[in-house]
Nanobody
Framework: QVQVVESGGGLVQAGGSLRLSCVIS????????LAWYRQAPGKQRDLVATITGGGTTNYVDSVKGRFTISRDNAKRSLYLQMHSLKPEDTAVYYC??????????????WGQGTQVTVSS
C-alpha cells in the first residue's frame, strides 16, 4: 500500500527559503513522473512542478526561477527547494504522481501535506 510523507514546511519571512521533502513507499518510484502540488486556503489544489524519472523538470510560471524540484530514486524521495518566497506561496504542499494519482483501493490517496507560511 502506498504511503506518502511530506515534511520541511514552516513559517518564513518573505524572501526566505525552505526545502520540502517527500518520501514515497509502496509504489513504483524510479520511472514515475512525480509532482509537487499546493493548496492555499479556500482554493483548489494546483500543480507547482513536475519531474520525470529521467530528471526533466517543468514549473508553473509563478515559481519559475525560484523553485527547484529534484528527486533521489535510491532514497525514494522527492524534494522542492524554494527560494525568494512570497506571501502568495503560502499553502499546504503535497507530492503525488503527475498523471493518475496514487490510490488506495478505488480512492485517490494524498499524504498529509506540509504547511508553508510566508509572512510579509
Amino acid at each position: 500500500q502506498v504511503q506518502v510523507v511530506e515534511s520541511g514546511g514552516g513559517l518564513v519571512q518573505a524572501g526566505g527559503s525552505l526545502r520540502l521533502s517527500c518520501v514515497i513507499s509502496g509504489s513504483i518510484f524510479s520511472y514515475t513522473t512525480l509532482a509537487w502540488y499546493r493548496q492555499a486556503p479556500g482554493k483548489q489544489r494546483d500543480l507547482v512542478a513536475t519531474i520525470t524519472g529521467g530528471g526533466t523538470t517543468n514549473y508553473v510560471d509563478s515559481v519559475k526561477g525560484r523553485f527547484t524540484i529534484s528527486r533521489d530514486n535510491a532514497k525514494r524521495s522527492l524534494y522542492l527547494q524554494m527560494h525568494s518566497l512570497k506571501p502568495e506561496d503560502t499553502a499546504v504542499y503535497y507530492c503525488n504522481r503527475a498523471g493518475p494519482k496514487f490510490s488506495v483501493g478505488d480512492r485517490e490517496y494524498w499524504g498529509q501535506g506540509t504547511q508553508v507560511t510566508v509572512s510579509s
